[in-house]
């Protein structure tokens, strides 16, 4: 299914009880800007390294950064009861030049899996990684 709205999808259905930091979702919000939240609604895209107060709590940052949708849909999502798939396709930094292609998936085992097909364009303001809901147990990497 396809993700159309330039704000964020909120409250798609994981398909399983997805365990995260010790709580478990059943739902998640997609946001265009290239993370996904089980908890926040927020759209930033004014990304930083993690772990920040100013983050969405939760958050699944597969690249956040301040991207825009040049066709509708770019984002797809599938539940198929084994894994949830947000794929993020031919999405663009704002400042033009690029085209993104990326996953994030999920198993119900816990396992968060981020693939990039291709990733043309400006890379370096980026961030990439995992926050937790209270900020303090995070991974990241920032481009």
Same mark, same amino acid.
């Given at each position: 299914?396809?993700?159309?709205?330039?704000?964020?999808?909120? =409250?798609?259905? &994981?398909?399983?009880?997805?365990?995260? $930091?010790?709580?478990?979702?059943?739902?998640?919000? +997609?946001?265009?800007?290239?993370?996904l939240s @089980?908890?926040?609604?927020?759209? #930033?895209y004014g990304?930083?390294?993690?772990? #920040?107060?100013?983050?969405?709590?939760?958050?699944?940052?597969? @690249?956040? !950064?301040?991207?825009? @949708? *040049?066709?509708?849909? #770019?984002?797809? $999502?599938?539940? !198929?009861?084994?894994?949830? &798939? +947000?794929? @993020?396709?031919? +999405?663009?930094? &704002? =400042?033009?030049?690029? !085209?993104?292609?990326?996953? +994030?998936i999920l198993?119900?085992? =816990?396992? &968060?899996? $981020?693939? $990039?097909? *291709?990733?043309?364009?400006?890379?370096?303001?980026? *961030?990439?990684?995992?926050?937790? =809901?209270?900020?303090?147990? !995070?991974?990241?990497?920032?481009?």
């Amino acid at each position: 299914m396809g993700v159309r709205h330039k704000s964020p999808a909120a =409250g798609l259905p &994981i398909g399983f009880a997805f365990p995260f $930091y010790g709580a478990s979702f059943i739902r998640v919000n +997609v946001s265009t800007n290239g993370f996904l939240s @089980f908890t926040s609604g927020s759209a #930033s895209y004014g990304n930083s390294p993690l772990p #920040s107060a100013g983050a969405p709590e939760n958050l699944l940052a597969a @690249f956040w !950064d301040d991207l825009v @949708f *040049t066709r509708f849909p #770019s984002a797809y $999502y599938l539940n !198929d009861g084994s894994r949830f &798939i +947000v794929q @993020f396709s031919g +999405v663009n930094w &704002i =400042g033009g030049g690029s !085209d993104f292609n990326f996953e +994030v998936i999920l198993y119900p085992d =816990g396992r &968060i899996v $981020y693939q $990039y097909l *291709t990733m043309r364009g400006a890379l370096g303001s980026a *961030t990439i990684g995992l926050q937790n =809901g209270v900020l303090g147990d !995070d991974l990241y990497a920032a481009l």
